[in-house]
């Protein structure tokens, strides 16, 4: 198949562009492993990061960023910066106090992008991510649609250029386009041969929506207390499809598994903080994956999330259905 994206980004649709590969840090908090992985991803040049208030690293991604722009390595506008407003802070004026804090402890004045991390709202109970009672997670009642509209007011103050959504339905894509006066950027979703969300991925691609795919490894490393059941009875990066093909192109099953996102035009943000791992992770845009690979991927897929939390499903914003 023809690669459709040789300059190595993403148009999004308020004219910014987003490279197609990304360094993610989730579960990366560490000021020493944080500035490892900057400096080594730097290196190999990636030139976006993702991050979110909910990781508890931006601090430490801040001060590994600030560094390599002093030492002349790179200049702000290189990089392209990616946080997300967590679920406790959806009520209006918790958006623009974990906005602000994001943009602080990173020591920028501007954002790239701003996502909603997840569409359902928690109580905001002091720092607590997910905030319980009785065994429960607490939500609070407030519409994703009315914090849309604080993201619009964020971006319209200039501090965020672009502003997307992550882990949002069809449904609920169609439901905040027909109210938004700016419509998002991206979706960030998991997105993997396990779990290919045809029809979502369509979706987004006809509504000018660029997709991020988030856990396109399959997420080996996910907390247990997320997973819905049992977690991938096979791991992604061992599946005999994902090596036959990886052996075919005498490339790993994890670069593998990334260009098949890359060349359908998804950016994808895989975690590591290996220096050969994030290293290999750049070499994925000299080769292409033919219809027959793509076929053999797209033929694993068995629906599997990695990311669920249970005591969520019956909340009515709740996105995995």
Same mark, same amino acid.
């Given at each position: 198949?023809?690669?459709?994206?040789?300059?190595?980004?993403?148009? =999004?649709?308020?004219?910014?562009?987003?490279?197609?590969?990304?360094?993610?840090?989730?579960?990366?908090?560490?000021?020493?492993?944080?500035?490892?992985?900057?400096?080594?991803?730097?290196?190999?040049?990636? !030139?976006?990061?993702?991050?979110?208030?909910?990781?508890?690293?931006?601090?430490?991604?801040?001060?590994?960023? !600030?560094?390599?722009?002093?030492?002349?390595?790179?200049?702000?506008?290189?990089?392209?910066?990616?946080?997300?407003?967590?679920?406790?802070?959806?009520?209006?004026?918790?958006?623009?106090?974990?906005?602000? !804090?994001? =943009?602080?402890?990173?020591?920028?004045?501007?954002?790239?992008?701003?996502?909603?991390?997840?569409?359902?709202?928690?109580?905001?109970?002091?720092?607590?991510?997910?905030?319980?009672?009785?065994?429960?997670?607490?939500?609070?009642?407030?519409?994703?649609?009315?914090?849309?509209?604080?993201?619009?007011?964020?971006?319209?103050?200039?501090?965020?250029?672009?502003?997307?959504?992550?882990?949002?339905?069809?449904?609920?894509?169609?439901?905040? =386009?027909?109210?938004?006066?700016?419509?998002?950027?991206?979706?960030?979703?998991?997105?993997?041969?396990?779990?290919?969300?045809?029809?979502?991925?369509?979706? @987004?691609?006809?509504?000018?929506?660029?997709?991020?795919?988030?856990?396109?490894?399959?997420?080996?490393?996910?907390?247990?207390?997320?997973? @819905?059941?049992?977690?991938?009875?096979?791991?992604?990066?061992?599946?005999?499809?994902?090596?036959?093909?990886?052996?075919?192109?005498?490339?790993?099953?994890?670069?593998?598994?990334?260009?098949?996102?890359?060349?359908?035009?998804?950016?994808?943000?895989?975690?590591?903080?290996?220096?050969?791992?994030?290293?290999?992770?750049?070499?994925?845009?000299?080769? @292409?994956?033919?219809?027959?690979?793509?076929?053999?991927?797209?033929?694993?897929?068995?629906?599997?999330?990695? @990311?669920?939390?249970?005591?969520?499903?019956?909340?009515?914003?709740?996105?995995?259905?």
């Amino acid at each position: 198949m023809e690669d459709h994206n040789p300059d190595r980004t993403i148009h =999004l649709n308020d004219g910014a562009r987003m490279p197609l590969l990304g360094l993610g840090t989730w579960k990366t908090t560490t000021a020493e492993v944080m500035q490892g992985a900057i400096e080594t991803a730097i290196a190999a040049g990636y !030139r976006h990061i993702d991050t979110a208030y909910s990781y508890h690293n931006e601090v430490e991604l801040g001060h590994a960023l !600030r560094a390599k722009i002093k030492q002349g390595i790179i200049s702000r506008k290189d990089m392209f910066i990616v946080s997300k407003l967590w679920c406790t802070h959806h009520a209006p004026s918790d958006v623009q106090l974990c906005f602000s !804090r994001s =943009l602080r402890d990173l020591q920028l004045e501007q954002l790239d992008l701003y996502l909603i991390h997840f569409p359902v709202a928690l109580k905001r109970v002091g720092d607590e991510l997910f905030p319980m009672k009785d065994g429960k997670i607490l939500t609070a009642d407030i519409d994703y649609v009315d914090v849309w509209r604080e993201m619009e007011a964020l971006q319209a103050s200039g501090r965020v250029k672009s502003i997307g959504v992550s882990n949002f339905n069809i449904a609920q894509l169609e439901r905040l =386009l027909s109210v938004a006066k700016v419509p998002p950027a991206v979706n960030q979703v998991e997105l993997h041969p396990y779990l290919v969300q045809s029809d979502l991925v369509q979706f @987004c691609k006809d509504r000018n929506i660029a997709l991020t795919a988030y856990s396109p490894l399959g997420s080996p490393g996910r907390p247990q207390k997320y997973h @819905c059941g049992a977690t991938d009875p096979e791991k992604l990066l061992e599946d005999p499809v994902v090596q036959s093909v990886a052996r075919k192109h005498k490339r790993s099953p994890a670069q593998v598994l990334l260009r098949y996102q890359v060349q359908q035009g998804i950016a994808v943000i895989p975690k590591s903080v290996k220096p050969n791992h994030i290293l290999e992770n750049t070499k994925i845009f000299d080769f @292409c994956l033919d219809e027959e690979d793509f076929g053999a991927l797209q033929g694993l897929n068995r629906g599997w999330k990695s @990311c669920v939390i249970d005591s969520l499903k019956s909340h009515p914003y709740y996105p995995f259905v």
